[in-house]
């Protein structure tokens, strides 16, 4: 046998055996089969490189600079940032399944944080194999969706954003002046519920959803739009998001992020001018004002004692 011959027997070996795996954890799919035994060695080699080499090379690279220098905006996303919401919108999934006669679907192995609706309903069906109902399709599935979180948000009696965002927003709005904008893939509904039932609403000088806009993230539209309707460049916009379809969007955008990174996503797939990742925004109204310099130097500081290693009087260069 020719090497070319071993190479292809020895794949498709290994694509056979993947899609056993595969077919072991969940309904059999006749359209899913052929994609597993042909893509599924390519997957596998693809996480291997993720997760076993690319996991040493540290988080995405965080530049340095005085952060909130030129800015004249800010930029929120909803779910995930705002609101801590990805385990209510599984929730929400497993209702409009059941209640379409789906069964228990696996919905944790494909959720992926700031997809659209539309698409996870999609991924969802190719990986576990269900039929549509009738007269139904993934729209409809999506605004039940939506709507079953509606239904949530105003049947709940108390609704906690993520910690510290009250404060960076009053830090943000009043003590430096800047417009915020409350930029999400989320439906107006969703977004105007969540506003209302928090009573911060009043901070945005503008609520931009996927209600109004024909792309979504990762498409920079959003951003660039909400910009636009704000009178800021986008250079001087500072955007919070957690998703990676949303860091996309803003690094198309040309805007500097900040990451509130609650997920077990790699640091590394993170792209874009991006200051920094944090679990919440609990004193980071201190630490994005602090001047760049001092920040890396508190850092190595940190660093040094971590590792029991002594101070030292002189100061190392940093570049900004």
Known sequence: MSFLQIFV???LTAGVVYAGYVLSQRPFSIFMLPINILGGPLLAVHYFIKYYFKKDAG???????????GKKAAFFDLDGTVWDSDILWIDAIGKVARENGLGEIDIRS???????????WKVLQAYNGFKLPEKKNFRTLAAETEAKMVEHINNSENIDLIEG?????????EEKGLKLALVTNSS???????????????????ILTGSEISKKKPSPKIFLTAARKLHVSPKNVLVFEDSLSGSKAAEKAGMDQVIIWRTDIPQVEYHGNIYGFYPDFEGLDKIISTPSQQRVLEGIKRFRESKGMPDTNEEPQVNQ
């Open 59 to 69: 988080p995405a690279k965080i530049r340095h600079k005085d952060l909130l220098k």
């Open 9 to 11: 027997l020895v794949y």
């Open 188 to 206: 107006r509904e969703i977004a105007g519920a969540l506003t209302q039932k928090t009573g911060v609403v009043y901070l945005f000088d503008l």
């Open 110 to 120: 494909t959720y992926l944080p700031g997809t659209e609706l539309v698409k996870i």
């Open 165 to 173: 965002f009250r404060d960076i927003t009053f830090f943000l709005k």
